[in-house]
Every structure is written in C-alpha cells, then in structure tokens.
C-alpha cells in the first residue's frame, strides 16, 4: 500500500506516499480505501485528514495504469470519493505543493479543505486529450464558479492556491495555510473542531455535490465559449467536450452529470489524439532517463558557460544561457563577427519586448550577463563550452585543440556540430570524456529539441550534468549515439529522399506539401526545404556521391541548386518568394524544370494520391529508425517520437513517426514497404524492411513494447 495511516489524538492522518508525486494508482488507492474503513471502525477517531507526504498532496491518477484494467479496478477514484463524501467521520483534505487532477478530484470529495500558499492547483487532463474523470468537471464549478472552473479545465493549466483563495465566493478552500510547514497541523485543528460542532449541531457534513450550478447567461455563454474554444482546440477533440461537460454539471441532476463526465472520458481514452499525448506524455519522462546512468550519478557544477562563435547557432545557443540567469562568454576571430552576433541577440529581445513578452529590466539583465573576447585564454573558468563554428572538420580540430590547452581542468567540451564525427572531435583533445555533442536546432532560443550526442568516452557524468543542464534551460533532450546526421538528420535524409522521387513520378512540390501538411506537420518537405536553405542539403548530397556512388537520388534538388535557388534566402528556391515575404508561390520555372527532367529521364507523370505521398514519406523515416534503433543510436522508439515532434514538426496528434507505425500496425507497415519497393523509380534496397520490423511482426510487437 502506498498510503500511510496514523492516528494524531483523535484525528486519523491518511498520508498518501507515492513518490514522486503521490499518483492515484491502485495501491494508493488500496491505501485510502483502507484508511478510511478503519478511520470508520475505531471508535476514538472523530475525523479525518487526508494529506500528501513529500512534494505533493497529489499529481493525480498514474498515467501508466491508464488503459490497463488497473486503471478502472476497485476500489477506483470514484469509490475512493464517494467514501470520503459518505464516511460517517468529517474529512478534511491538507492540500500542499501540487493537487492536480485526481488529487484535486479527491480533495473535493472531502467535506473540508486546506491549502497551503504556493500550492499548484490544476486540473490537467486535457494535456492528455481527456476530461478530468472522478467528477472534477461537475464538482470544480460548483465551488469556483462555471466560469472560473471551465478556464481551468479547458487550459490544464495550474493555479497558485492563494489566487484561487481570493475568487469572491469561492467554496474551494475552507482555510489557507500559514505555509506548507504548518498545513497538516491546521488541517487536523479544522477537523477538530468541525468534528466537534457536527456533533453539537447535528448537521450533516458539506458535500461539494449539493451546492447549486448555474451560469446567469445559460446558453448563451455556453455557445460564447463553444466558439472561443473551438478557435484553440487545433483538432483536439478533448478541449470541446471540457466545454460540453461543464455545462452538464449546470443542465443535469449531479449523478447524471457524473455518468455523463465518464462516458465521455472513456469514449475520449480511446481516441487517437488521446493515445497519441499520452505516449508523448510518458516518452518526454522516458528521454531524460538514460539507462546505465543513474539517477544519483554525480553533476559537475555549470555556473558559466562559454560559447564559440557567434553566428546563426552561436547567438541562440548563448540566448538560452541568458534566459536561464547563466552567464555567457563569447568568442569570435574578430570583433566585428562578435559586434554583428550580439547586435542580432540583442535585436531579438528588443522584439520581445516590443511584442510585450519581456521586461526591458530583463533585457538589461540578460545583456549584462553576457561577455565576449576574442582570446582563449579568456573562457579557461567556463564550467562548460559550446563551440558553434563553421560545419567543417578542420575548423573544429583548431578549436578543440586550442580548448584543451586552455580550459580548467572539469570543465565539459561540448559541439554543436550537425554531421561531423564527435568521436573523432573528442580525439583532439586529451580529455575524450569530457567531450559531448549538443546538437541545437534552428533557432536555437525557440526550438524544444537538443540532441545530446554520446561519444564512446563521454564521461557518464557528463551525460548526467548535460541532461540537467538542458531541463535548466527548457529543452527536451534526447541522447543520441554517433553517426552522420544523429538521430533526427539521418531520418530527414530518407524524407528527403522519398520527397524527389515523388515529384520526379508526377507530383508538384505544392502537392505534396499540402498533403503533408493536411497531415498535419508543420511544413511540408518542400517548404522547409526553402526555408532551411537548399544549399545545406546539396552540400550534404555531393558528399554521399563521393560516399554512396550506388545510392538513388532524384536529381531534381541538384538542378534547382544550379539554378541558384537556394530558398528563401534567394527569394527563389521550390517556390518563389517576394523579397522580405515569406509566402511561398508556386513556381513555373520550378515546375517546367521538373517536367523537362522527367521528360529527359523518360517518366510518364502519373496522379499520386496524398495517402500515398504521405505513407511514402513518413514510412522511409520509419524504416529509417528502425536502424537507428537496432544500431543502438537511439535507445529507445519513443525517443525517435520526441525528436520528431519537438525539432521536425510531426504533428502531436499522430505522436511521433514510431507511435504512427504502431498504431497503422507493424504488418501494415511492412506490407506498404514491400508494395513501395515494387515502383521503379523508387529505391528498393532501401524499402527492404528493417531487420527489426521484421522481428517485432513475427513477434506480434509494436516499437513501443519492444524498447
Ligand atoms: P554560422 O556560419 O552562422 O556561424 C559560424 C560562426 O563561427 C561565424 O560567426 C564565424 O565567424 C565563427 N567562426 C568560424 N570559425 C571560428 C573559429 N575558429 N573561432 C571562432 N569563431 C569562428 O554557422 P551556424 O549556422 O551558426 O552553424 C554553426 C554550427 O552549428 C555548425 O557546426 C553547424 O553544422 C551547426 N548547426 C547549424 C544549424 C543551423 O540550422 N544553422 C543547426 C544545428 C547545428
């Protein structure tokens, strides 16, 4: 049991005790079940506290159990609930640190409740495409006010106990805490003396479930808020019925209302978009756990970090330090590279405070903990060093070597480099254990991803004191292990690959852009193309003639580099673009030089279906990934899914290119790469299914249960 019980006088103390949050699963559950049945049996006890022990009253339900007859077995949170609605003792909930979802669902099933100040109160479900299920939609308006409640349960997002304290009428808490310290024992104070007046009395004990609901406008706001919320819902089923929920709770008796917050929660659990938030949901947690590298691994201490060369990367990488309160020094060949980097970082904070996203005292402040030289001899006290310079390995030899001779001894050499071997930049220096990649991607303040490349010696706690630092500065981080293009360029370069053969066979670049992005990814192959700059991957390309000579390649991205259309750097790349626009408009010249070529290579064009282009294209990073994993450059498949939808646009809906193929179902998949590699055009060595689908469908497995 995973719920704690002891009596206080003549006050029993449930403490729930499952770290690190206190989630609701079925032996936590057990755990209150029990403690209140024999709460009920000792004649000694005249009430009730029901607490959280460590830094929660309760994150809410165990996401794990979600989905699995565990999930739904007795006692489940509505019977806990209803217990301690209906226990002839009076309840009081010591509310601190978080009370979300099912532990706020359980706090107002108590008679009482505490909360101490700084607690996060939230009911987040719909961030895993639900609704809250133990009668959070129902109860929550009846103590804060429709409006109120239906903000927070359509957001999820949390709010600090003393605001939700001073809503006028509030019935949410019945006390705030002088601290978190002291919350328990203020709660066992109320439970006492309402034990004591309830006896005096004779009253029955305050149920959340009896107070009235109502909104004064009725229909009318529902229809407000129906359209307000449809706007944000980005095809997320979940946000609506948030909506269509609350309004029960004003139209329906209670208990009608409750039946209809579970049937809808259930038909929600199984929806795709559901499935898909909570695979992402566990995959995020998943990533920042490396596998033999322990939690209790020791860190190095980063107080300051330093960063080389300040370009496109170099700038972005040095705003995130600055965010995060971290000094930054940057180094330059000349001062007037430096003079061009800060100008730009500093442009863009301008922006923000333009936009009113920042405090101009913060920009002072950021810019006042930024510094730069042009020796290095003046970054040796950096804890840790980012070089960003030119993508070319004897530029990174020089600096590497010159790090090594410079930087305190402890300090972490990390790279930001996009292809190069980290190994073999690691062996510039003497210390390979200290060396790390950190792979940012474009632009590197905004974009979620970090790649944390793994050399063969990096230290394990340099991969412990990497992983921290990128929680520090709001990333998510994946570890990928060493090969060209890591985990997510690698993939992108079979998309990519797929993308020319699909308009060699018929398609215009428009065409399969839209039925990308109708699929819903940010941007389609072709307009991300413009946007990152063709030259990169034809740069890429020239090299793999040299490296591949028997790889198949649709030579259309080739003569559109020759033609100089380079992207929307040149105004001209798959589309045309208006200088200082960035609306892509199709391009006849791009379209006739695609027609000549498919003429030349003697292509009929024929009509390609969007599920066929997007099967194509999504399936080649799929089988893609399937190597990585069996090459062990990723660990697992759900971190692939992380890679893909916070630094490449896969839509969040579909959770990531390996849930896709799961959902589609393994045998499908492989079915679809046996008919793609019967096309002529196509590449049929590369269509031969991983070794590792293989497998799993002999096995009957998806990626997910398999890693
Ligand atoms: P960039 O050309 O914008 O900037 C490179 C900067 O490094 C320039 O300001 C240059 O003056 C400076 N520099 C060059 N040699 C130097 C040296 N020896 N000492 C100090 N400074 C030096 O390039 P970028 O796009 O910022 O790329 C930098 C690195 O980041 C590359 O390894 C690249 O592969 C990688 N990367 C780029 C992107 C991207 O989208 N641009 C994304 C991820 C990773």
Same mark, same amino acid.
């Given at each position: 049991?995973?719920?704690? &019980?002891? #009596? ?18 079925? !032996? ?5 079940? !029990? ?113 109120? !409640? ?24 019945? %006390? ?172 863009? &904070? ?44 004897? #530029? ?55 790649? #944390? ?20 500065? %709001? ?108 609306? !892509? ?123």
């Amino acid at each position: 049991m995973t719920a704690e &019980y002891k #009596v206080h006088g003549d006050v029993a103390v449930i403490t729930l005790n499952n770290p690190p949050v206190n989630g609701l699963g079925l !032996a936590t559950r057990v755990g209150i079940a !029990a403690g209140l049945a024999k709460a009920q049996l000792d004649d000694k006890v005249k009430a009730i506290v029901i607490t959280g022990a460590g830094k929660a009253f309760s994150g809410g339900a165990d996401i794990k159990e979600f989905g699995t007859d565990k999930a739904l077995a007795e006692p489940n949170l509505l019977s806990v609930i209803l217990s301690c609605e209906n226990t002839s003792k009076v309840t009081v909930a010591a509310i601190h640190s978080v009370c979300m979802g099912g532990g706020l669902e359980l706090a107002l099933g108590c008679h009482y409740r505490v909360a101490a100040p700084g607690t996060k109160v939230a009911l987040p479900e719909v961030k895993l495409g639900l609704i809250p299920g133990a009668g959070g939609t129902q109860r929550l308006p009846r103590v804060l006010g429709v409006e109120h !409640a239906l903000n927070m349960i359509v957001s999820g997002e949390p709010v600090n106990a003393e605001m939700l304290a001073m809503a006028p009428g509030q019935k949410l808490f019945d %006390k705030l805490a002088k601290s978190a310290e002291t919350v328990l024992e203020e709660a066992i104070e109320l439970a006492r003396e309402k034990a004591a007046a309830h006896a005096k009395s004779g009253e029955s004990f305050p149920l959340v479930r009896n107070l009235p609901c109502k909104h004064p406008l009725g229909d009318a706001y529902f229809q407000f808020a129906r359209n307000m919320v449809k706007g944000m819902a980005k095809g997320f089923p979940a946000p609506l019925k948030c909506v269509d929920a609350v309004e029960a709770a004003t139209k329906k008796k209670f208990n009608e209302g409750m039946l209809f917050e579970r049937e809808t929660f259930i038909n929600l659990m199984w929806t795709p978009e559901c499935r898909a938030l909570r695979h992402l949901f566990v995959a995020e947690r998943a990533a920042s756990k490396i596998a033999d590298v322990p939690e209790d691994t020791p860190k190095r201490e980063i107080k300051s970090v330093a960063v080389i060369g300040a370009g496109t990367m170099g700038g972005g990488i040095a705003m995130n330090f600055l965010n995060a309160g971290i000094p930054v020094k940057m180094l330059e060949l000349k001062q007037e590279a430096l003079d061009k980097g800060i100008g730009i970082m500093r442009k863009n &904070y301008e922006s923000q405070v333009k936009k009113g996203k920042l405090k101009q005292a913060k920009l002072d402040e950021r810019m006042g903990m930024l510094s730069t030289t042009l020796s290095y001899d003046g970054l040796a006290e950096a804890d840790l060093v980012i070089e960003a310079v030119f993508e070319d390995m004897g #530029v990174k030899e020089k600096v590497f070597k010159e790090l090594d001779r410079v930087m305190k001894k402890g300090a972490i050499l990390a790279s930001n480099t996009s292809t190069l071997d980290v190994d073999k930049i690691a062996s510039f220096t003497k210390r390979p254990q200290d060396v790390v990649g950190l792979h940012f991607f474009s632009p590197a303040n905004v974009m979620k991803l970090l790649e #944390v490349v793994r050399g063969k010696k990096t230290g394990k706690d340099v991969m412990a004191t990497v992983m921290g630092v990128a929680k520090k500065i %709001k990333k998510i981080a994946v570890v990928s292990g060493v090969c060209d293009g890591f985990i997510g360029n690698r993939m992108i370069e079979q998309y990519s690959r797929q993308a020319g053969f699909l308009i060699e066979e018929g398609c215009t670049p428009q065409q399969v852009d839209k039925a990308v992005e109708k699929f819903g990814f940010a941007m389609g192959p072709f307009r991300m193309g413009d946007l990152a700059g063709n030259d990169i991957g034809w740069y890429i390309r020239k090299r793999r003639y040299q490296e591949k000579p028997n790889m198949k390649y649709s030579k259309t991205a080739d003569l559109l580099c020759e033609m100089g259309r380079f992207g929307q750097k040149t105004n001209a790349g798959w589309y045309d673009y208006i200088p200082g626009k960035r609306d !892509a408009m199709p391009s006849d010249v791009v379209n006739k030089m695609i027609d000549d070529h498919r003429a030349k290579i003697g292509l009929k064009a024929r009509k390609i279906s969007d599920e066929e282009i997007v099967n194509r294209l999504v399936l080649s990073l799929v089988n893609e990934a399937a190597h990585i994993l069996e090459d062990g450059i990723a660990s697992k498949a759900s971190d692939i899914d992380m890679v893909y939808i916070t630094g490449y646009g896969f839509p969040i809906p579909k959770g990531g290119p390996m849930h896709f193929a799961d959902q589609m179902g393994l045998y499908n998949v492989m079915m679809a790469m046996n008919s793609f590699a019967k096309n002529p055009n196509d590449d049929a060595s590369f269509w031969e299914p991983a070794p590792l689908i293989k497998r799993l469908v002999a096995a009957g497995k998806t990626f997910n249960a398999a890693s």
